[in-house]
């Protein structure tokens, strides 16, 4: 049975989105919060009868499991697709190393191109149209896929929105800025920015969020509390625990009503 917003009960089905809407998930640094984040949008899309999907198309940092080279940042949003999506779709190009992208697929011989990185975002928008498509990069806006290209071109070759999360702490403040100047001049939409709590409590936090409210000119997409390390250790409630402070962006959040499975 299915439940509409605020509790009332209601058996209809939840309003989907006209037009699925994608995104680029970006952040004002590496291990900021950009996959939990991006895996909270998703979960709130898919609670609220949304179909998702997340991909993270470039991933270091792998690890062997049975089924072969895997990345945690893909496994995180794997477990938010709705309906499933495999492996191979989410996260075509992987490499081990706990390093750069572009430095591990030098290493083996692999040249990054965003041409053809684009091709595969676009082949699954096609192939498995989702109401919520988001897309994560890896590290902040300018990390380099080649010589030549860097995330930040893949975002603009796709033409996405870019919803940019902001790593609570000291620093923060100047990295989201300089990011959000970054991918105005490069012509991209900001559909909005999530503030992440990486710790407890950070000093002035009240003081640190105002000052980016006031200097951010985008949406604030939510906040989100650190949580601790039980709340952690699965990571789908995580996601859906951290989904109740956010909203979905661009105009998805109206477009659909939360959706209770009993
Ligand atoms: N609000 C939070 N509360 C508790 N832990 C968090 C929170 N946000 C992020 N973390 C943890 O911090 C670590 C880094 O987060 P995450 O992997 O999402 O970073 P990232 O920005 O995606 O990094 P990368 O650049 O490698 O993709 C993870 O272990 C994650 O579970
Ligand atoms: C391995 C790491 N966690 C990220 N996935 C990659 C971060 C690349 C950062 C590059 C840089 O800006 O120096
Ligand atoms: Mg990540």
Redesign the pocket.
Known sequence: MKTADSSSRDTALPARAEHGIAAFVTGT???IGKTFIASALLARARLRGLTTLGLKPV???CFENHDGLVNA?ALSLQAQCEPEADYESINPWRFAP????HIAARQVGVNLEVAKIAAHVRGQQTSAPRDLLLVEG???W???LNDDEDFSDLAIELGLPVILVVGLRLGCINHARLTLEAIERDGLEIAGYVINHLEADIEVSEDNMATLSRTLRAPCLGVVPWMCDEDLSNTRHAAERAASYLQLPCGLESRSVHVVQE
Do not use: F, H, K, L
């Not at 706990?98 to 992208?101: E, G």
């Open positions: 640094d590496t291990e991933a270091s940092d940042d706990a390093i750069a992208p890896a590290g902040g300018r990390v380099p």
